[in-house]
């Protein structure tokens, strides 16, 4: 049930963007299942705003195509759809439009009324970056979100474009708004095995002696898509994979693995220890970039049965483009728990697999009282957490196979999700919207921790940005990237793990 903050504040959102790609895949299934979970206000209104010409309810049958094709519970219910959409309105004009601003404050203060009581108002900047200025400032001259308590911003990745954007767009908010206001989304951070990661390690006493240099050999963070730019190839052009998926949530994760125990789950408590672990992140010199980072970009190849083309050929993206599709790094934390443990980290689009997957392998026991022969599948004990494709926690030990002899396998313990609970966990983008109602900023990315993330990655980006890739393309679609990669942690005497999954 949704806390009594949620339910009893009368609440608006106001979506900017309301009829692109964000809103229709992910906005209006999570608004519609958390009205179906009874997750909602008792009192709400939802705004699209955008620059197409619409009425109100070709907006709301626009939001039940998004809910019926994307919506983890299927298509909606004709009847509670139709209560839903008593909600939804829309309004057609440009972010620059001082009148729409305007017509947003009226509506506020009407519903205000009806309610008889102060609403909690949320403005969604479902638009590219390049927008999130204008909205802000115009949000602020019109007096749209001047109390702290009850305004909210929320905005989207990319948080910049290096560090530079970033601390500008970090001032421009601050100048605008109170830190407590703004709600930086990486969707990542909603998802249930990644909030998990802190249930994992702060609530079972077992883990924490052993999560530290002297137990763990090395990290592998890894996040493959089959995907490739599909029809976003001018936006990822000016992105490319390290700003993409590594600058967030990768480094996101990396974080959730590397911090400190918090000493309560205060959001900034939380946000303050990731921002250590970025802090004590090693920084590059320009002569070590070739050293630990490899950057990618896939050729044509063949993935899942089918010819797939090859980056500089798709839509929207330059025939001789330097950018990576594919990017590893080899990072290290340098404080007393992690000095020493490489942390491997790796993104790429056209690969093998959809995989998310963090891997704590440990070290090898001190002394092996076996055999050799006994020992042909000898695997050091590690912990696989898999965000996808499977939603599941394994810690990988040995244990003698049944049968006459000793002979020693690998075998899972394993949690989960599926077998373990019966309910479907809710999307991340349900999570995120329920937090910003209720005011909880823990799974949100603070100004610092963007600009901490840059940071550590604007000499990569430098020596990247200085000079071209002579050897891309340099992988195939459909395989693991580029050798580089491979031989980034062979030489560490290691290997990128796969895993063949139970639901594979
Ligand atoms: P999109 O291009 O599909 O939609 C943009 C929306 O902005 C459209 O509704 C368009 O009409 C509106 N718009 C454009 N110019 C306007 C103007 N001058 N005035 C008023 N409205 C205008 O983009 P998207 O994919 O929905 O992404 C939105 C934001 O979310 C971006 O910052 C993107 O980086 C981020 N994001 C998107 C996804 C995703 O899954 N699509 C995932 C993560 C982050």
Known sequence: MASKIVHEQPTIFIIFGATGDLAWRKLAPALYNLFVD????????????????????EFQGKMLEGVNQFSRNGKADKTLWKEFAQHISYQSSDVQDNASYKSFADFIEAFETKHKSKARVIYYLAVAPRFFPIIASKLAENNLATDPKTSRVVIEKPFGHDLESAKDLNVLLSTLFQEEQIYRIDHYLGKEPVQNIMAFRFANSIL????????????????????????????????????????????????????????????????????????????????????????GQYAKGWLEGEDVEGYRKEKGVDPQSNTETFAAVKFFVDNWRWQGVPFYVRSGKR??????????????????????????????????????????????????????????????????????????EPEAYETLLTDIMEGDQTLFMRGDQVEAAWELLMPILNAWGNRKSLSFPNYQAGSWGPELAEALIAQDGFHWFTLPFDNE
């Open 351 to 424: 690969m093998h697999q959809n995989t998310s997957t963090i891997i704590i392998q440990f070290k090898d026991v001190p002394h092996c009282v076996f055999p050799t022969q006994v020992t042909d599948n000898w695997q050091q004990n590690r912990l696989v957490i898999s965000i996808q494709p499977e939603m599941s926690i394994r810690l990988q030990l040995q244990v003698k196979r049944p049968g006459l002899d000793m002979v020693l396998n690998t075998v899972d313990m394993l949690f989960n999700y599926k077998g373990t609970y019966k309910h479907g």
């Open 208 to 295: 924490e002696p052993i999560w530290n240099r002297n137990y763990i050999e090395h990290v592998q963070i890894s996040v493959t898509e089959q995907l490739g730019v599909e029809n976003r190839g001018g936006y990822y052009e000016g992105a490319g994979a390290m700003r993409d998926m590594i600058q967030n949530h990768l480094l996101q994760l990396l974080c959730l693995v590397a911090m400190e125990t918090p000493i309560n789950f205060e959001a900034d408590e939380i946000r303050n220890r990731k921002v250590d672990v970025l802090h004590a992140m090693r920084k590059f010199e320009p002569d070590d970039v070739q050293k630990y980072v490899v950057r």
């Open 38 to 57: 009874k997750f909602m206000p008792h009192n709400f209104a939802i705004i699209g705003n955008a620059r197409a010409k619409m009425t109100d309810e």
